[in-house]
């Protein structure tokens, strides 16, 4: 199976800050990865595919960018509505997997 | 308007078997990918089942965890898709969220979620 390692696991930022998250793959995974944001009590929402591809309607301030086995997540420009928690997944193989989260704090 | 709604959930034993289903519409439901996802109490996200589309002939693929146990499948004129659960573990206990498509159907992914259904497994 392919482990998805996500780094921080934490991360306290204010509104206006840039961010980046990491997720890592125990193997290559090509491009084969999506990121999610998922706020409590609420369904997780696809934010980015294919490693660096805007779902439609996704604030430009989100991108994504790596291949291979090293990913990352930036938001620009924290807005309020960011703090929430990320997930990224992989879609290279069976079984699909998550990585572990990055809860994104208000500083 | 992509709309996954997700019932069948609840308290359950041990041993006990829970029938999931999601309706789907907004979509050619055939043409999709679909998913069930779970998240245990506080803990992250976890792949549990898929079922191809029509041109794949629905096969499917599923977690180790429940291979087995699970059974996903669907009723596509009706636009339903379904998890069997049977012989239920309390490490079962999740939200449930059927999901289009986590990856690997289509070139763009869709990833549109449920809002998901609670199991527990308890005594």
């Known amino acids: 199976d392919i482990q998805m390692t996500q780094s921080p696991s934490t991360l306290s930022a204010s509104v206006g800050d840039r961010v980046t998250i990491t997720c890592r793959a125990s193997?290559?995974?090509?491009?084969?990865l999506a990121w999610y944001q998922q706020k409590p009590g609420k369904a997780p929402n696809l934010l980015i595919y294919?490693?660096?591809s805007l779902k439609s309607g996704v604030p430009s301030r989100f991108s994504g960018s790596g291949s291979g086995t090293e990913f990352t997540l930036t938001i620009s420009s924290l807005q309020p509505d960011d703090f929430a928690t990320y997930y990224c997944?992989?879609?290279?193989?069976?079984?699909?997997?998550f990585g572990g989260g990055t809860k994104v704090e208000i500083k | 308007e992509v709309q996954l709604v997700e019932s069948g959930g609840g308290l359950v034993q041990p041993g006990g078997s829970l029938r999931l289903s999601c309706a789907a519409s907004g979509f050619t439901f055939s043409d999709y990918y679909m998913d069930w996802v779970r998240q245990a109490p506080g803990k992250g996200l976890e792949w549990v089942a898929r079922?191809?589309?029509?041109?794949?002939?629905?096969?499917?693929e599923y977690a180790a965890s429940v291979k087995g146990r699970f059974t996903i499948s669907r009723h596509d004129s009706e636009t339903l898709l379904f998890l069997q659960m049977n012989s239920l573990k309390t490490e079962d206990t999740a939200v449930y969220y059927c999901?289009?498509?986590?990856?690997?159907?289509?070139?763009?992914?869709?990833?549109?979620w449920g809002q998901g259904t609670l199991v527990t497994v308890s005594s």
């Open positions: 193997q290559s995974i090509s491009s084969w």
């Open positions: 079922s191809r589309d029509k041109a794949s002939s629905y096969t499917t």
């Open positions: 294919k490693a660096s």
């Open positions: 997944q992989h879609y290279n193989s069976y079984p699909l997997t």
């Open positions: 999901v289009r498509d986590l990856g690997g159907g289509k070139e763009v992914v869709s990833g549109d």
